[in-house]
């Protein structure tokens, strides 16, 4: 027999304030001290709440039946329960989000009966509260504060009451994060290399930024990210700097030394590109792929419901002769929309909110199906680009990633490009992600609210879609006779080889209009007491004549036009001398730091977060969109969260 309280429409008053989680835990331990504490054969009766302003006690009867109950064991002699509903105040925590704070939350337990099999549903009235009475416990009951309550009590030998008093006042929530199982790409972080050594270093560029929001969205939830999210590059590229414009070139290479600020004994080696700004005048028809998952996993709010409003931005920036088309994957692959003008907004956004997510995750039949799509929008002078907004959580077809990378070299030879956003934490598979975006000739972005959807989508959309050099790839080499040690800083994982640098082949990063790139490295000068590495005994440094020993070293650049495979190369010296830091070097640096004191700080030394915070403070600069006020202010949040 299933019996339930009901509660008068008095008791459902709004909520003034979000409860805290301890509500929802004492709603637990309510609901297993019912199951324990009840007498097993009873149940509850029907009742109905008390008008307002009352106060009503209300006996809770047996079951009706035609045979008396079972008497209650002699272990629960003596025992009584009393619960107490307040009137004031809310009951339970929102629960995942998905209750109203416009009303009050009633919420039912169940109870199953061991010996008779039946089911009791108890509605909970708000601020509910239980112990046991004084015959259960010798600690004095607390005395109940609201002028308005219900009791509850059972029909047991005993006749006392005990009142519990309601549970305190809401604590504001904080949103802690939940077990997940996250993918990042496995690197180990930079070493020291000797120049007499390895004097040469080289690695791809790349302007991607997923990581930066990626440590901004564990930092918010209150914890330090997974060292291997930390990909220092990209936190540095996250921001803007004020370098100069290029004259002719597609980008112009910028190369000075300044002091490093965790050992002043050190140095730090900037190479900074800045590319060309976009082509002045109307540009060229874009077709959009808008590849997106609706798999299981995309429910959160985080993830398809802000995916939605984030397009909506992106909508907006788009010409009229443009074209749309939505492609979807779960446990297979559909269109969704076909291609559609992109001054129909209308039907683009009605596409939009009518998807819902369920099932697995098809990841290789999506990437099909929107090839072929953008295969068929593209034309003469067009640019075409799929879109891939996802979680990353591929489970189902092509989810090897060595088979993904392979899947998407294939097809960016037709000029077709692939960038990925990714959405929501938990499942995150950051090393697809990245793999996709490098061989797709694209970019990767984390995108963890509107703000960074109006960065990536809007502020950055130009740069997306006008490529000025592909492949570009950055080789520097070390002079022995004046420098003794260095490392780079990131790039761990887009580092080449040697002699990837001159064969057109290998694939590298892309730059579009007005992209910039910045990678530091530290240097340890020949003779420097803050070397970490010993000279070798018997092995000379390399003899340098003429004007080029007294270069610190050499900076080659190769990349290519779009649409050429033969390589161009841009070279410069890197010219001794120490200069004094000016604020976009200094923010970079710090920036830097907040890196390594995130994931591998063993060539910090002292140097921790006060300084970190302090350096960055004071070479904000301008800061138009308050971007480094907010790296200051998670700084702050990593000190105190980090034990260092």
Sequence with gaps: MNRSLSHSPSYRRPLHRRPSVAAAASLAALSLGLYLLWPQGQDFDAMTGPESGQDTEMAVSPPQAASKPEAAPESNEGERLAIVASKTGPVADQMAGDMPLDTAVVTAVETESKSAGQVTQLAEAPRLSVSRSPALSSSPSTSLSPSTSMEMRGLMPSQEVARIAPLPSPEPSVQMPTASSEAYPEFDASSVRVTAETPVSTFSVDVDTASYAVVRSSLMQGQLPPPQAVRIEEMINYFGYDYPQPDAEAFRPMVDVFASPWNPERQLVRVALQGRAATPGPRSPVNLVLLIDTSGSMRSPDKLPLLKRSMSLLLGELNDDDEVAIVTYAGSAGVALAPTAASNTEEIMQALESLAPSGGTAGEAGLSQAYRLAGQMNGEDETTRVLLATDGDFNLGLSDPEALERFIADRREGGVYLSVLGFGRGNLDDAVMQSLAQHGNGQAAYIDSMAEAQKVLVDQLAASLEPIANDVKVQVEFNPARVHEYRLIGYETRALRREDFRNDRVDAGDIGAGHQVTALYEIAPVGSSAAL????????????????????????????????????????????????????????????????????????????????????????????????????????????????
């Design 533 to 644: 590495t010993r000279p070798s005994r018997y092995q000379q440094g390399q003899q340098v004549t003429g004007g080029q020993h007294d270069e610190l070293g050499h900076v080659a650049l190769r990349y290519k036009v779009p649409g050429e495979s033969q390589s161009r190369l841009i070279e410069t010296p890197i010219s001794p001398g120490v200069t004094t830091a000016d604020s976009e070097a200094s923010f970079a640096a710090a920036i830097a730091g907040f890196g390594q004191l995130l994931g591998d700080d063993r060539y910090l030394g002292d140097w921790g977060w006060d300084e970190a915070i302090a350096l960055a403070e004071a070479s904000k600069g301008k800061d138009r969109y308050g971007y480094r006020a907010e790296a200051v202010r998670l700084m702050r949040l990593a000190g105190g969260l980090s034990d260092r």
